[in-house]
Nanobody, 125 residues
């Protein structure tokens, strides 16, 4: 599946927006596989945020993101993005992208076969 690299994290204030990007060493990876976004806050379990299939079907953790986050794919650039709006302090976490076998967007982390190293998002109040 190739190496995955997340970027776009940083320190922002509550209410701000950020766009995370996921890229793969093999440009075909993000076109072929389902790509998911997860996050892990200190002391908490890893949490599913959103996923997009190769046919651009999407799935979200509605409890956590409630329409604030949008996952998308740029096929030309072979990248998957997570647009995060109206950020809250509780969104502070390390965000990971991962890929799963082609199919409907998977919500369980055990379905994902390759992971990036993560990018830190810190939201101050």
């Amino acid at each position: 599946q190739g190496q995955l690299v997340e970027s776009g994290g940083g320190l922002v204030q509550a209410g701000d927006s950020l766009r995370l990007s996921c890229a793969a060493a093999d440009r075909r990876t993000l076109l072929w596989y389902t790509t998911g976004w997860f996050r892990q806050a200190p002391g908490k379990e890893r949490e599913f945020i959103a996923a997009i299939s190769r046919s651009d079907t999407t799935a979200y953790n509605s409890d956590s993101v409630k329409g604030r986050f949008i996952v998308s794919r740029d096929a030309a650039k072979s990248r998957v993005y997570l647009q995060m709006n109206s950020l809250k302090p509780e969104d502070t976490a390390v965000y990971y992208c991962a890929v799963a076998q082609p199919g409907d967007p998977a919500r369980e982390d055990r379905s994902y076969v390759a992971w990036g190293q993560g990018t830190l998002v810190t939201v101050s109040s």
